[in-house]
């Protein structure tokens, strides 16, 4: 299998011994297929009624990763949190498979921003959380499959530490397996490795598609850097300013693996120009309604020339 | 166990004396007992009225062999034991379900919030007319000092934990009693355990004031006492056996604590 390419700093994932083919997970169950129809959210909070969510629909394909970008307070967190069954719709549908969606579940699991790792529980015991309190896996079986895993994101020799005892980044790998062991239909990432320094955070993306080209689950990945969700997408959705709904969808059609050396490629640098162009006009909407870190992508479409 | 303690505590002086920070707190302190002894030797105006060091170093070896000494500190501790132990057992329940129920902070908190201004001292007089014996009264504010702690510490530990982790647990597929016991709980004991260590403070605070007051036995009484008889090396060494005492409480819950929590101390 291809790696991407390496950086100097942590353990990568070429260095790490290749886990037998069969070890994770027995058998992968088909991603799920998300569909979004015409949502509705707003909430009433104390400077007034605000419509965070107005007339959004979109199709999360099965087994592909959906990156989703838009300018500050677009509300792509509060997609998360509805399409992960923390808060509930004012109007719409969203389904799984068919099966709309009522609560949290293990079907949809969540990579939070920052982390949301336990802090009582070592690397192993988090891990292992998810299976356990279903009952699922138990003693040597799950021993093993949690190994595996931890191998793959070179976290092995950290099995028995706390999280307070790891870096950003292991905290990060930690999160992704924690979510990885439990063989979710989908996985919802909200800004996963932000807060990482630029060096890890590319390193964290090079775990995440090696991590997503050996399971193929279908990924909701929300980000703000325009070349992350390009370098990891399928299919990238632009988000209006508020209240949020989808501007359009690029398909990402660039081939896999992945890696840097794609950054160059015309077909990148035009669908990045595509993107900034519609990620600068809602930017501008919202700076003009008083977002502040909207002038970020205004920055980044003056650099870009 | 304490023993054990000091001995590897010693054991280790050779090299923290190369510590500098170590070494100038020792020095500080000598300092202060030079200081002390000339003061009093040469009868230094105000501070001169002190007993010296070496006085109260007399009176301490003395009162080691007196079983009245042993006497007084066995009473404050059970009187402390007592009231500290009641408040947790009724705290820490009312505590954790102030926290998790709305409906009961609604009703409980204004209560709470009605008593807990007035000074654990001030409840000594009424606490001593209110209850059949000294002890008992006794008993009840040091009570009254360590249960306001303990229960408002757990109440804000629970308000603070944080949103993602019940989340994320309710994504993994945990159940309400899951959730309960898995990362409520566990989250919210530090502050419980900080809150036992405050209260334990205000406990002893409380104690040795309510024993100058209601009693003849206890450090407090002993203290007092000293002072009425006018042996004034007697009060120091009753302020020193208190402090000790305090110090040696706090530091078997915290230690008691830190077994409960792993995660913390190894950060």
Known sequence: MEIPSARPGEALPTNNPEPPAQSFPDNDPAPGRIEVESLYKSYETESGFREVIKDLSLSVTEGQVTAIMGPSGCGKSTLINLLAGYEKPNGGKISIDQKPVTGAGPDRLVVFQETALFPWLTTFENVAYGPKIRRELKGEKLDSVIMSLLRTVGLEDFRDKYPSQLSGGMQRRAELVRALVNRPKVMLLDEPFRGLDAMTRSLMRDYYLDLFERHKGTQVFVTSELDEGLLIADRLAIVTNRPGRIKKILDVALPRPRDESLRGSPEYLSLKAEALELLHEEALKSFKAGAVNSADFVGAYAAMG | ?267
């Open chain 2, 1 to 267: 166990m304490l023993w054990l303690m000091i001995k590897r505590r010693l054991k280790r002086l050779p090299k923290l004396w190369r510590s500098q920070t170590l070494r100038r707190g020792i020095i500080s302190i000598i300092g202060f007992f030079v200081i002390w002894e000339l003061c009093a030797r040469f009868k230094v105006p105000v501070l001169g009225a002190v007993p010296s060091p070496t006085e109260v170093a007399l009176c301490l070896a003395d009162q080691i062999n007196e079983a009245y000494y042993w006497h007084s500190w066995g009473s404050s501790m059970v009187r402390i034991l007592t009231g500290f132990v009641i408040a947790q057992i009724l705290g820490v329940p009312l505590g954790l379900l102030l926290g998790f129920s709305r409906k009961a902070r609604e009703i409980i908190f204004p209560l709470i919030e009605l008593m807990r201004p007035v000074p654990p001292l001030a409840w000594v007089p009424v606490s001593v007319i209110f209850w059949p014996s000294a002890e008992m009264s006794m008993i009840f504010v040091t009570f009254l000092g360590a249960f306001f702690t303990v229960v408002l510490n757990i109440v804000e530990g629970i308000a603070a934990i944080d949103e993602r982790y019940i989340r994320a647990a309710s994504s993994l597929g945990a159940s309400k009693s899951d959730i309960f016991w898995h990362v409520m709980l566990p989250a919210s004991l530090p502050s419980v355990l900080v809150g036992m260590t405050v209260g334990m403070g205000i406990t002893w605070c409380v104690v040795v004031a309510a024993e100058m007051i209601a009693t003849n036995t206890g450090l407090g009484y002993l203290t007092w006492r000293g002072y009425v008889a006018g042996e004034f090396p007697m009060i120091v060494v009753g302020m020193l056996s208190i402090g000790l005492a305090g110090y040696i409480s706090s530091g078997l819950i915290r230690r008691i604590g830190l077994m409960f929590t792993p995660w913390l101390e190894s950060r």
